[in-house]
């Protein structure tokens, strides 16, 4: 997500400046003398522009959709667009709201206004991308995700071609998926997403040992999900390593008791 510009801030007062007059006049008449008048014109407060305004509230439903408060996201993301109807940003993230909640026409009809008022912007073609991916068209969002990543200033490159990958992989573009969670550890080194998914595909591909070597950067992170976790367990079966498996189950059942993948164990499915 693209950082918004701060509200600007009110100006403090003017301070004003003590003279000190000094000369051999007499106490008396010093203090008759009048206090010098300020010449400087009054400082005026400056005011934040709808632009501005309708930025920040952009950037409030795009943390609200993060975090699941839906309802809020689209209090602020209409506020938005009635401040600047010309902010992308703010249409992009109603569409993402939109397609959570199902309402699919009203989804497409956001991202097409974002996507007129801002063709190039990433961030907007990786949304469009992405929707279009999980909803049955796959092979239309390469392309938004190649869009995104022609433009040099991108931001987050690693999620649209993390995401890439995953819509190849779905199509069952398997080498593309592979060269896309590839260039995603390229741009950010040691991404456990990229690094989960290329061990799933040397798994699926029986590259036992590439999939242990992906891993390692998978469980370099604090809270591995329980798909990583099952199938790091799957691989070490595979490998026969019975101690490295009953450590991915003992995490497993530890730190997601609940979860259908601790479910699974007592079933033995790996494939």
């Not at 007059?21 to 400082?43: D, F, H, I, M, W």
């Not at 490159?157 to 573009?173: E, F, R």
């Not at 604090?222 to 490998?239: D, S």
């Amino acid at each position: 997500m693209i950082p918004l510009p701060r509200p600007a801030r009110t100006l403090a007062g003017a301070a004003l400046l003590a003279v000190l007059l000094a000369g051999c006049a007499s106490k008396q008449s010093a203090e008759n003398v009048p206090p010098p008048q300020s010449t400087l014109p009054p400082v005026k407060q400056q005011e934040v522009s709808p632009q501005d305004r309708a930025q920040l509230h952009a950037q409030l439903g795009a943390g609200y959709f993060e975090r699941g408060r839906m309802d809020v996201a689209l209090e602020e993301l209409n506020e938005a667009v009635k401040l600047d109807p010309a902010n992308a940003r703010a249409w992009s993230v109603l569409g993402l709201v939109y397609a959570f909640l199902g309402e699919n026409p009203r989804a497409e009809e956001n991202f097409q206004r974002a996507l007129q008022l801002a063709p190039q912007d990433s961030e907007t073609r990786q949304n469009w991308g992405w929707y279009l991916c999980t909803n049955g068209r796959a092979r239309e969002s390469i392309p938004e995700f190649e869009a995104a990543l022609r433009n040099p200033l991108y931001k987050s490159p690693d999620v649209a071609l993390i995401n890439a990958g995953k819509c190849s992989a779905s199509i069952g573009n398997v080498a593309q998926a592979e060269t896309y969670f590839r260039r995603a550890l390229q741009v950010s080194p040691g991404n456990a997403t990229a690094a989960y998914n290329l061990a799933l595909i040397a798994f699926k591909s029986s590259r036992f040992d590439d999939a242990r070597g992906w891993m390692k950067t998978v469980m370099q992170e604090t809270n591995p999900p329980p798909e990583a976790l099952h199938l790091g367990m799957c691989i070490e079966r595979k490998q026969g390593d019975a101690q490295a498996e009953l450590s991915y189950v003992s995490q497993l059942r530890n730190r997601y008791p609940d979860a259908p993948e601790t479910k699974s164990i007592a079933t033995g499915a790996c494939e």
